[in-house]
C-alpha cells in the first residue's frame, strides 16, 4: 500500500466550480507538500504546511494532523487549472526524503 | 522562477551505453535531488546531495550513480542503461530539507 494515497485520480469540473483534492497518509509526518505538474511536463511547489491552512490566491491547502489528511481546495476553477496535482509528504527522520502520490489529473473546461 | 536546468532536456540511448544527466543551479543552495517519474508512479527518489560531495541514496538507486563536485552542478550517471531507466528524470533543489523544493524542467530518456 502506497504511504500516501491521493484521491479523485482524475477530475472533470466546469470553470467555476469549486474542486477539492485529498491526500490522506498512513504514518506521521513532519510536512506534506503540495505540487502542481503543467500539462508540458514542468514541477510547480504550491505549498508546504505542517498544521493548519494556507491559502494563496485560489488556492487553499489545509492538513488535518490527527487524521493524517490534507486537502487543496481550489475556487473559481478555471480552465489553466488543468493540471497534475500532486501531494508529497516528509517523514520524521529523513529530513531530504519526500514520499510522493500519484497525483489528481485535473480538467476544468469552460 | 528558481535558476534551475537540465541537459540534455531529450535523449534517446542505446541498451548498455553509459549515459549522463546534468542538473545546473544558480541558487546557491546546498541540497540537490534526482528523482524519476513514471506512469503509475509517484515521483520517485534516485539519489540526493545535502553538499559538495556529499551524497545519499533514495528509493530506486540501483543502476545510479551521481556526482556533486561544486555546489550548483549535480550529474546523474547510468553506467550501462537499460530499458527500464526510461524514464522523465527531474531534478530539485532546496536549500534546506525543511524547505519547498524547485524542481528543474525535466530530461525524458528512451533507453531503446
Known amino acids: 500500500k502506497n504511504e500516501v494515497e491521493q484521491s479523485p485520480q482524475n477530475l472533470t469540473a466546469q470553470e467555476g466550480e469549486f474542486i477539492t483534492i485529498n491526500c490522506s497518509y498512513s504514518?506521521?509526518?513532519?510536512?506534506l507538500h503540495w505540487l502542481q505538474q503543467h500539462p508540458g511536463g514542468g514541477i510547480v511547489s504550491l505549498f508546504m504546511?505542517?498544521?493548519g491552512k494556507k491559502k494563496h490566491g485560489r488556492l487553499i491547502a489545509t492538513i488535518n494532523i490527527q487524521e493524517k489528511h490534507s486537502s487543496l481546495h481550489i475556487t473559481a476553477s478555471h480552465p489553466r487549472d488543468s493540471a497534475v496535482y500532486i501531494c508529497?509528504?516528509?517523514?520524521?527522520?529523513?529530513?531530504?526524503?519526500?514520499?510522493f502520490g500519484t497525483g489528481t489529473r485535473l480538467q476544468v473546461t469552460l | 522562477d528558481a535558476g534551475i536546468t537540465q541537459s540534455p532536456r531529450h535523449k534517446v540511448t542505446e541498451t548498455g551505453t553509459p549515459v549522463t544527466l546534468r542538473c545546473h543551479q544558480t541558487?546557491?543552495?546546498?541540497?540537490m535531488y534526482w528523482y524519476r517519474q513514471d506512469p503509475g508512479h509517484g515521483l520517485r527518489l534516485i539519489h540526493y546531495?545535502?553538499?559538495?560531495?556529499?551524497?545519499d541514496k533514495g528509493e530506486v538507486s540501483d543502476g545510479y550513480s551521481v556526482s556533486r563536485s561544486k555546489t550548483e552542478d549535480f550529474l546523474l550517471t547510468l553506467e550501462s542503461a537499460t530499458s527500464s531507466q526510461t524514464s522523465v528524470y527531474f531534478c530539485?533543489?532546496?536549500?534546506?530539507?525543511?524547505?519547498?523544493?524547485?524542481f528543474g524542467p525535466g530530461t525524458r530518456l528512451t533507453v531503446t
Open positions: 546531495s545535502y553538499g559538495v560531495k556529499d551524497t
Open positions: 504546511l505542517s498544521s
Open positions: 530539485a533543489i532546496s536549500a534546506d530539507p525543511g524547505y519547498e523544493q524547485y
Open positions: 541558487e546557491n543552495h546546498r541540497y
Open positions: 504514518v506521521g509526518i513532519s510536512a
Open positions: 508529497a509528504v516528509r517523514l520524521p527522520g529523513t529530513a531530504s526524503k519526500l514520499t
